[in-house]
């Protein structure tokens, strides 16, 4: 078996049987997930237990996670950030030890009591952590789908040798998964599957022309019809990347390659993908757009447990829309088709490139239309090689950021 998301035969999870609960590893804790994350954990307290949270610098919305699930640890990325969480945890008493720095990501990642780490970090940020979740062998819930897009080969390897299990939050691939046989890691083609249908909603602005793209300001791409999200991903599903880096994640999660791959515009966000069977058979998981769903559906996988989101009422849905994904208005999702063909270190430098474009569009540096010139231009100027290390990874990664830095420079000399 060459290609192993999770490792049969398929563990009993989430303290069904009534045995100790089993323990959780918030990684982005304060963020849109996180935040979902815990909404779920806290509707089946006897069943899991928090063992650790984290978060970059949002120190309030981290100690008031902390009052209520009172992990061992917290983890704040920033150092001054962790100060202040320590000198209030050591203040009011509670009996939570403090860990800064990728490091300290990285040990909450992977200690011994804590069997299922949510990976919510968002960008290039969360590779490292999410890698130790790997090594440590543990459950991983991945969120994180850059971490999966820069370092595919890298992060499938040390899930199947270190026994790990890795399971898609991401809705379009929690989707797949649901959609697919139970024996997929033996490759499409021996379970009689011919294809992937990915679904996108088309973001805010799927019928804009392309005058009214360059106007596009940040609150206006925040604003999903569909689905409520941090900011960097909510900017990604307007320019549609979201999309391409979702294309470039589901070839490494089910093992293809992205000819195998349709984008389906599907403007309701109902079916959350399909899959399509050599008998003409077509599986679809369909649900009410809440990512507490996939987030239930993973940790509690193989079985099945509440979540809290609402029913899906079809007769409110009324009716389902399909449309062709375009390329030409948005270009992004054909830069991540390029960059998948091209492998090695391109969907790194299509990843970073894209990081720094969208900060600074977000900081009003941009234009919403500067997006993929931002991330084209990177990947014109460097030259993809074989992601053979971590290492090779992780300069790509910066030199990606730098090239494209300096071209919005450029931009504005
Ligand atoms: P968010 O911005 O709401 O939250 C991000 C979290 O990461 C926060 O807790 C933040 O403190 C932490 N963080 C940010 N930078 C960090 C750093 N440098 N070091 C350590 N921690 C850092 O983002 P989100 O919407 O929750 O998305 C998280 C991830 O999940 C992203 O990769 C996104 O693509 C993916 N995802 C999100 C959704 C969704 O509905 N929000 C759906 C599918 C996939
Ligand atoms: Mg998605």
Redesign the pocket.
């Known amino acids: 078996m060459e290609f192993q998301l999770t490792a049969p035969p398929y563990p009993s999870s989430g303290n069904f049987s009534g045995g100790a609960p089993v323990g959780v590893t918030v990684?982005?804790?304060?963020?849109?997930?996180?935040?979902?994350t815990l909404d779920v954990i806290g509707r089946h307290p006897d069943r899991y237990r928090v063992v650790a949270l984290?978060?970059?610098?949002?120190v309030d919305?981290?100690l008031a996670q902390c009052r209520r699930f009172k992990p061992e640890f917290v983890?704040?990325?920033?150092s001054d950030a962790a100060e202040q969480a320590q000198a209030h945890i050591t203040s009011e008493g509670l009996a939570t030890t403090v860990l800064t720095g990728?490091e300290g990501?990285e040990t909450v990642a992977s200690l011994e009591q804590t069997d299922q780490v949510m990976?919510?970090?968002?960008?290039a940020?969360?590779l490292r952590?999410s890698l130790a979740a790997a090594r440590a062998g543990k459950r991983i819930l991945l969120?994180?789908?850059?971490?999966l897009v820069m370092s595919g080969q890298l992060f499938i390897d040390e899930v199947r040798d270190n026994h790990a299990e890795l399971l898609p939050?991401?809705?379009?691939h929690n989707a797949i998964f649901q959609s697919m046989p139970v024996d997929f890691d033996r490759g499409l083609d021996a379970v009689g599957v011919e294809k992937i249908l990915l679904t996108a909603s088309g973001g805010p602005f799927r019928t804009a022309d392309a005058a009214q793209l360059e106007k596009v300001t940040p609150e206006q791409a925040c604003a999903h019809p569909n689905?409520?999200?941090?900011?960097?991903?909510?900017v990604?599903s307007a320019t549609m990347m979201?999309k391409g880096?979702e294309l470039i994640e589901a070839c490494w999660l089910f093992g293809t390659t992205p000819d195998r791959i349709q984008v389906v515009i599907h403007p309701q966000s109902v079916i959350h993908s399909m899959v399509s069977y050599v008998d003409g058979s077509v599986l679809a998981q369909l649900g009410h757009p809440d990512?507490r769903t996939?987030i239930a559906h993973a940790m509690a996988w193989p079985q099945r447990m509440t979540s809290g989101v609402k029913r899906l009422d079809l007769f409110d849905v009324a009716r389902l829309d399909f449309e062709v994904p375009d390329l030409v208005r948005f270009p992004c999702l054909r830069l991540a088709y390029e960059a998948a063909a091209e492998g090695g270190t391109a969907p790194a430098i299509l990843n970073a490139a894209n990081e720094i474009a969208v900060e600074e569009f977000l900081a009003g540096r941009t234009t919403f239309t500067d997006i993929p010139v931002v991330v084209e231009t990177t990947l014109n100027k460097l030259t993809a090689v074989p992601a053979e290390s971590l290492d090779i990874v992780l300069d790509a990664d910066r030199a990606a950021r730098e090239t494209a830095q300096d071209f919005v420079k450029g931009m504005h000399a």
């Open positions: 990684l982005g804790a304060t963020g849109s997930i996180g935040v979902s984290t978060a970059n610098r949002q919305r981290l983890v704040l990325a920033d990728i990501l990976a919510a970090i968002v960008g940020a969360g952590p969120a994180n789908k850059e971490a939050i991401d809705s379009e689905w409520s999200m941090g900011r960097k991903i909510s990604d979201n880096l990512m996939p």
